[in-house]
């Protein structure tokens, strides 16, 4: 039915009643979201819209999302073995978590998944730690262990047998002494590639056998720890290996002979042996000195037996008036005059030092060790060219000191020096045997070399690194 003039107005008389009621101060607005049809136009005319600031906009809870939450966070646990015990409910955006997780891992990774869920506002983490034993899933486990156990002991018999293979291999190739003794140059050099023989052959053997049974955890901390403790040991035991390397160095360079006279450093004695941690001594009085062989190897070594030719020397102070140059050389011909003292090198004589009352004059003479002792040489020697000196009228005097007295002081109280006419006169004195004619050895003192060779002909050859067939260095 077509609508007639008369409805059109009213309709009109409408909207505009609708605009003034928007226009006019105190009269309330249409609701949010009511739309006035004019019944021509689709929407109200574009100046009749609001043209102040945009109200803010509340954020609102999308309906159900706290029951979404729930239900994903508890689908999720329900999948996750450890997490399956875990109570999940949800307000407003907050998640609180309840029950009991295995463990405090197991805990904290319920938290984090529930933060990660979409809306989750914040998470309240009530889970507790699950302390019950249950004792048939212990059995069940420790049963499941005994079989698999039980399952390996084929691969674990033949990977120790495997391991004690290659361990006695090392001790049969260590075993062959006298072989490694022919190619070595000594005994402690062979000692010492056998042993370093079985202890490859045995950490081999032990790496080899975890290695079969598939332990390579435990083979990188057996190896690991290997190594720590060598670096610990290497540490605590520095000053024992640094004498085990000098021994070995010594006992290679072999830098004197059982027997010889040396002196190491300010230690004199002779050689007993050397060991694979000590040189031992024995000094000229018969004592014995043992040195580290770490201290062996750094010092400063004189070895009198390797040259059977040694000189000696002494100073004789002559009276500066003498005839200085005489005096030399009567002392010269007198040292070139003993037996002991050898024509070549010839004796010499030496003008050193002129004192307050004398001129020091040295005298040298070589002798052979191997026929005269040095120290009884040197002393007869020095008995010999005084003698001769003062034979030839030379006077040896000693120091003079002049003391001047103050006359301002009182006189000391000196006794007379004329001394009494002797009661009776006094036997003159024997005259003195002329010094070539005291008999006297001179031989070389053996006593301490008697007692080495006696000490070494006790002790085992095994025990001494010094080996005779070797050059000396």
Known sequence: MAMTPVHTLFARFLAALALAAVSVPGMAAPASGTQVWTG???????????????????????????????ARLSDIFANVPSLTGIEVEASQGVVTLGGIAPDNAAIARA???????????????????????????EARGLQERFSDIMRGLPLFGIAILAG??????GYLLASFTSFWRRVTPNAFLAELIASALRFVFVLGGVVIALDMIGAGALMGAVLGGAGVIGVAL????????????????????????????????????????LTSRATILMTLDGNHLRIPNAAVFKAVIVNYTTNPQRRFDFVLGVDADDDVEAARVLGRQTLAGLAF??????????????????????????????????????????LEVKGA??????????????????????????????????????????APVPLSDHAEDLGPQDEIARMVEEERATTPADNDLLDTSRPVE
Do not use: C
Request: hydrophobic share 40%.
């Open 40 to 70: 021509e136009t689709a929407a109200p005319p574009e100046e009749a819209q609001p043209s102040g600031p945009a109200a803010p906009i509340a954020l609102e809870q999308e309906e159900n999302q706290d029951e979404r939450i729930a």
């Open 341 to 382: 003292v050898l024509d070549t090198p010839a004796p010499e004589a030496r003008l050193v030092d002129v004192g307050d009352s004398n001129v020091q004059v040295q005298f040298l003479g070589w002798i052979d060790q191997g026929a005269s002792d040095w120290h009884r040489a040197r002393s007869r020697a020095i």
């Open 111 to 137: 938290e984090a998944i529930a933060a990660g869920v979409d809306g989750v506002v914040t998470v309240e983490n009530g889970i507790e730690r699950d302390v019950t034993v249950d004792v048939g899933a």
């Open 234 to 273: 290497g540490f605590a035991m520095r000053d024992t290996i640094e004498n085990y390397v000098a021994s070995l160095m010594l006992s290679l360079r072999q830098p004197f002979r059982p027997n010889d006279w040396v002196v190491i450093d300010d230690r004199e004695g002779r050689v007993v042996r």
């Open 389 to 430: 000196l003062e034979g030839a009228g030379f006077g040896l005097p000693e120091p003079i000191y002049r003391l001047r007295f103050d006359q301002r002081t009182e006189p000391l109280p000196l006794q007379s020096t004329r001394r009494a006419a002797p009661e009776k006169e006094a036997a003159p004195p024997p």
């Open 164 to 169: 004690l293979a290659i361990a006695a291999l």
